[in-house]
């Protein structure tokens, strides 16, 4: 299967801390990749790079959808100048371009979307609002339009909130549309955040520990939407997870990091097996077990 | 105190509230939406008052008549070009230091409220300028006798009647449609605003333009009532409104109008009580007490630290 996102090289250094170191990993279109590796190896730093959230010290990140589009995640998010831009103004332009104007909002509506480990919900705000504060895309923002009520302004706000209502029923939230996002219980927040990401129309969605504080239950729920996103709509998943059972169960290929860097990728069986990994995790050679 | 004093005072506190409400709101929102207080903000509402004096001057040499187009037309170019310089304000001081300290754009902010007042004593001169009063007809009410009535002069009631429709307006688009919302994300999680793919930037920059624009309707009808301002009006009234924002609640929007009657009425019930000399000794003291027994203002929500 072709990639949907190649990484090769990525680095990035905190003053003297180097959090990642030379990541390279390919994830396929219509898969679902799983981020592992012990604490502080590095996986969230990979993600806050993808969507934007830090500047990449060094890499490249490249998106390649089925319809030709490329996008170069490094350049949209406002990558530093390099020697060769001098020569054509056009690259020149666009370095600059995206040097102003660029950045992780960019990256969302080139179709990468995250959730994250702490639930990051307009808490002040209704569930619905927050579904559709996440279609930028189809919502019209102008202030006039919204003032006058204008007939593309309502056509508009329909869509969304009928896209809305959609996923709430998708993520079994339809009953909760109009409560606060804050006041919804923990299990239900985790899923409005993904309903929300899903609003925004990703291609990759990349969930950050998606089963975290759920019970065994709410983790099955959670895997099965997890493959009929997959199915159904088209999305890539990339997730970063530490419920092993769950990582096994859907994804089709596995990325270890350790130390910010990638130390073995694969099937998931193969790299349950592997050596290294095990090593990784447990910090002595040939243990058995997660 | 007479009854006419007293509600004559009354009358004169709801228009004086309503203003500082006005340009309040400037503050209020600018501060909800970046945590920042926009020093500048009311030597914008200056800005305005000489933009009002400007339009109104040419609109008369065009040879326009007639006072309800003259106030609509001067009241719409005065927004107009008072809500660029809100954006611009933003443009040049605020944007570029958004990822430095938390005090960085406060000394910009101060620097740049110097710089405007000195760009206009500079381009306008310093003496206090006036345009002929405007809209001064007036209604009397409880008339009973040659000095027993309550007088409200046209330009008292449009402004209150603006300030009434200006809030209405603004309430209306935070609340209820898609650039509100994106605001009031923004407000909230500005990060995880941007990563769902709201331009931050462009709805601070909206939140500048509103906020300049009420200044902008303060400024016009302020200058229609007492037809008199300087380059310094700025400062006064400028900190008077952040006042009633900090009284009522800052972040909050009818906070921002609630506290600018307060301000207003008990600064005029006060003047006409006791004496004018001591009026905002008596204003700010009310401030010291309101924050001393509710340190979030009137209406605003104290800031919950989760653990």
Redesign the interface.
């Known amino acids: 299967m072709a990639a949907l996102l190649t990484v090769r090289d990525l680095s990035m250094r905190f003053g003297g801390v180097v959090a990642l170191n030379g990541v390279g990993f390919e994830v396929a279109r219509g898969s679902v990749t799983a981020l592992i590796g012990p604490n502080g190896a590095g996986k969230t730093t990979v993600f806050n790079c993808l969507t934007g959230f830090y500047r990449p010290c060094g890499g490249a990140m490249r998106l390649s959808y089925a319809d030709g589009l490329q996008v170069d995640l490094i350049e949209i998010l406002g990558g530093p100048f390099r020697w060769r831009d001098l020569s054509s103004p056009r690259a020149f332009g666009r370095r600059l371009y995206y040097k102003m104007f660029g950045g992780a909002a960019l990256a969302a509506r080139a179709g990468v979307v995250r959730t994250f480990q702490n639930i990051r919900l307009f808490k002040e705000m209704t569930a619905m609002e927050n579904l559709l504060v996440a279609q930028r895309a189809r919502v019209n923002n102008q202030l006039l339009a919204g003032l006058l009520e204008s007939a593309s302004y309502r056509r508009a706000e329909a869509e969304a909130v009928e896209r809305a209502w959609y996923w709430l029923d998708f993520f079994r939230l339809a009953d909760d549309g109009n409560r606060l996002a804050g006041e919804l219980p923990y299990g239900r927040q985790r899923r409005l955040e993904i309903a929300r990401a899903m609003c925004v129309g990703p291609r990759l969605l990349c969930l950050d520990e998606p089963a975290a504080g759920l019970n065994p239950n709410e983790t099955r729920e959670l895997s099965e939407w997890i493959l009929a996103l997959r199915r159904g709509h088209g999305v890539t998943v990339c997730l970063i997870e530490h419920d092993m059972g769950l990582v096994m169960e859907i994804s089709d290929h596995v990325v270890v990091l350790d130390h910010g860097q990638v130390i073995a990728s694969g099937r998931p069986e193969r790299v349950r097996d592997d050596p290294v990994v095990l090593e990784a995790y447990l910090g002595a050679p040939g243990e058995e077990g997660w | 105190m007479s009854f006419h004093i007293f509600v004559q005072q009354v009358v004169n506190g709801l228009v004086l509230g309503s203003v500082y409400g006005l340009i309040a709101v400037g503050y209020t929102m600018v501060y909800g939406i970046i945590g920042m207080i926009n020093f500048a903000h009311g030597d914008v509402y200056m800005i305005a008052a000489y933009l009002t004096a400007i339009f109104l001057a040419a609109l008369t040499l065009l040879g326009v008549q007639s006072p309800p187009v003259i106030i609509l037309l001067v009241l719409l170019l005065t927004i107009a070009v008072t809500a660029l310089y809100g954006w611009s304000v933003e443009r040049i001081a605020y944007r570029p230091l958004r990822h430095s300290t938390r005090l960085a754009p406060l000394i910009s902010a101060i620097g740049m409220s110097l710089i405007l007042q000195n760009y206009v004593r500079l381009s306008q001169g310093g003496r206090t300028q006036g345009t002929p009063t405007f809209l001064d007809g007036s209604v009397r009410l409880f008339e009973q006798g040659p000095d027993q009535f309550v007088q409200i002069t046209h330009a008292q009631i449009l402004i209150v009647v603006m300030a009434v429709l200006g809030m209405g307006?603004l309430w209306?688009?935070m609340q209820?449609?898609?650039?509100?919302?994106?605001c009031?994300?923004v407000q909230?999680?500005r990060?995880?605003?941007?990563?769902?793919?709201?331009?931050?930037d462009r709805v601070i920059s909206?939140v500048f333009v509103l906020g300049a624009s009420m200044a902008a309707v303060a400024g016009t009808l302020v200058t229609f009532n007492y037809g008199s301002f300087d380059f310094f009006i700025g400062f006064v009234t400028g900190i008077k409104a952040f006042t009633a924002a900090v009284l009522g609640g800052i972040g909050s929007l009818p906070g921002a109008m609630l506290g600018g009657l307060v301000l207003g009425l008990s600064e005029s019930i006060f003047s006409g009580l006791v004496n004018t000399d001591y009026k905002d000794v008596f204003a700010f003291s009310l401030l010291v007490l309101v924050l001393i027994f509710r340190p979030s203002g009137l209406l605003g929500r104290p800031e919950v630290e989760k653990v």
């Open positions: 307006v209306y688009l209820a449609t898609a650039m509100g919302r994106a009031r994300a909230q999680d990060i995880m605003a941007s990563l769902l793919g709201v331009d931050g909206l």
